[in-house]
């Protein structure tokens, strides 16, 4: 469990960076941009490599459990699962979904860690998630207070094209569709459903 927690410390503290702004400039003054994109990218990286094994390493040893959700949840997470990637994809593509929601990205995480969280009640998994939907909130507040200049829809100038938002939903679809089928057992290790 300790590698978990010093999994989530790392990924999410260094991505809180951003939310102290005088904090990150202060960074990127000493390390210059190109640094301090490269030490946050280490940290990222090896928080991320922490929360993987540690997740797993928790989870074999049988954390408790904080609560028992009841068999029902899973089809609730499964619909909710389907926006999820559908949003993730609209996090990268010029497109009407993407302005509309501003930030798809922390739309998609919150959505994520929450349907997670229905289904999923021992201590490790709380962590995970909990951890992650706590801190996606906190950046959309964070996000909203910097101003305009942080908002994707201020950064994103490329107009959606006609049909940008039919291939996004298309290719969120096909993205669900894969991680149902084959990939969630292949990079998560757990069954879907």
């Known amino acids: 469990m300790a590698l ?18 005088a904090v990150r400039g202060s960074l ?19 928080g991320l490599v922490l929360i993987i094994y540690g997740y797993g390493a928790a989870r074999a040893e049988g954390p408790p459990l904080v609560y ?11 619909l909710l ?8 994809v609209a996090a990268y593509v010029p497109c009407k979904i993407r302005r509309a929601l501003k930030h798809p990205m922390l739309v998609a995480i919150k959505l994520w860690a929450f349907s997670h969280l229905l289904v999923n009640g021992d201590l490790a998994s709380v962590l995970l998630f909990g951890g ?10 964070s996000v909203k207070r910097r ?3 942080m908002s994707q829809t201020a950064s994103a100038a490329a107009v959606p094209g006609k049909y940008s938002d039919i291939g996004v939903i298309l290719a969120g679809l096909v993205l669900y569709g894969l991680f149902v089928w084959k990939l969630h057992v292949l990079l998560i290790g757990v069954p879907v459903g």
């Open 147 to 149: 101003g305009p200049e």
């Open 68 to 78: 028992d959700p009841p068999f029902w949840l899973r089809h609730v997470t499964m």
């Open 4 to 21: 978990l927690i010093a999994g989530l410390i790392l990924f999410l503290g260094i991505h809180t960076l951003p939310m102290f702004s």
């Open 28 to 46: 990127a003054e000493k390390l210059g941009e190109n640094g301090y994109k490269g030490f946050f990218t280490l940290v990222s990286v090896v």
């Open 81 to 88: 699962m389907v926006p999820v990637f559908i949003f993730l």
């Open 132 to 141: 992650f939907f706590v801190w996606a909130i906190a950046d959309r507040i």
